[in-house]
């Protein structure tokens, strides 16, 4: 998959320099590291820092592989 989109849809879409997800040196630990790194400037800096966290349960493994495809054709 990860060659599929790299070498495909990706070239005309580069992905966000901030997703961590199909990037290489990247992951979710990096994404996490980010994560409570900004909340720590954020508190050091008396400022507030709220986060808004959902997780759709099998949102990838219920999606039907025809609409993943027609939805990157579209992008």
Do not use: C, W
Request: proline content about 5%; cysteine-free; aromatic content about 10%.
């Amino acid at each position: 998959m990860y060659r599929y989109l790299s070498d495909g849809p990706l070239l005309g879409l580069p992905i966000h320099p901030r997703q961590h997800a199909f990037q290489t040196g990247k992951s979710t630990e990096s994404a996490l590291h980010q994560l409570v790194g900004r909340v720590e400037r954020a508190l050091d800096a008396g400022q507030y820092a709220l986060g808004v966290f959902f997780d759709i349960q099998g949102a990838f493994d219920n999606t039907p592989i025809v609409s993943v495809l027609k939805a990157l054709s579209e992008r």
